[in-house]
């Protein structure tokens, strides 16, 4: 069935350091894909988004690639921030019209320290 | 603000309690869904409507309702409530653009 399997957390990094989270999915069709972020104690934000393959999602410094053959969408972010901390999920939509609805993964917990 | 409004932010119920949570979006979205969030899981959707008067089932929507009210107002109701529906509950709604809006979560306790 359709899923997405993201890397388990939490991810514990330094101030500045380089930033990857794995993003892998299995999807019938050919799906748009995104990265919300979830800040403590509130709702999920988009974060950046990619609709064909090849494509680059990028915002805040957060960058993801949209790669079909290997069906990837990997978060990466070249400095890190304490602000950062927060949970990320990957999520696709099969783009199946008015029926479109999102599939998340488990989620990923970053924890950035000074 | 422009945007999808839930309530009540918080609430505890005792184990058979009924409830309903209420979600409103003034941007004018067709598409309506219900997700709730557990520790390592994720969000997993529980109803979904395409647009006013539809509704489906999603991943999980045993012991759940929903209702879509009219385009503004989709709500999800708890019969009977059980300690296995302790969960964050999120609403959002959807542009067309694949643009999704989420809203700020209501954490209910079963007890």
């Known amino acids: 069935g359709n899923s997405v399997t993201q890397m388990e957390g939490p991810v514990t990094l330094s101030e500045e350091a380089f930033l990857t989270i794995n993003c892998t999915y299995t999807?019938?069709?050919?799906?748009?894909l995104f990265w919300y972020v979830q800040y403590p104690g509130e709702g999920l934000q988009l974060l950046l988004k990619a609709t064909k393959a090849d494509d680059k999602g990028s915002n805040k410094g957060f960058e993801a690639t949209y790669r079909k053959e290997t069906t990837s969408f990997h978060l990466e972010k070249g400095s890190v921030q304490v602000s950062d901390s927060a949970v990320y999920f990957c999520a696709f939509d099969l783009n199946t019209g008015t029926a479109s609805k999102l599939t998340f993964g488990t989620g990923t917990r970053l924890q950035v320290t000074l | 603000n422009a945007g999808v409004t839930q309530t009540p932010k918080f609430q505890v119920l005792k184990t058979g309690q009924s409830m309903t949570l209420q979600c409103a979006q003034d941007m004018n979205h067709n598409s309506m869904y219900w997700y709730r969030q557990d520790p390592g899981m994720g969000l997993r959707l529980i109803y979904y409507?395409?647009?006013?008067?539809?509704?489906d089932k999603g991943e999980v929507p045993n012991g759940y309702n929903v209702s879509r009210l009219n385009k503004r107002e989709f709500s999800l109701r708890l019969e009977s409530a059980a300690p296995s529906q302790t969960s964050v509950y999120f609403c959002?709604?959807?542009?067309?653009?694949?643009?999704?809006?989420f809203g700020s979560g209501t954490r209910l306790t079963v007890v």
């Open positions: 999807a019938t069709g050919y799906p748009s």
């Open positions: 959002a709604s959807r542009a067309a653009n694949y643009g999704y809006t």
């Open positions: 409507s395409a647009s006013e008067g539809t509704t």
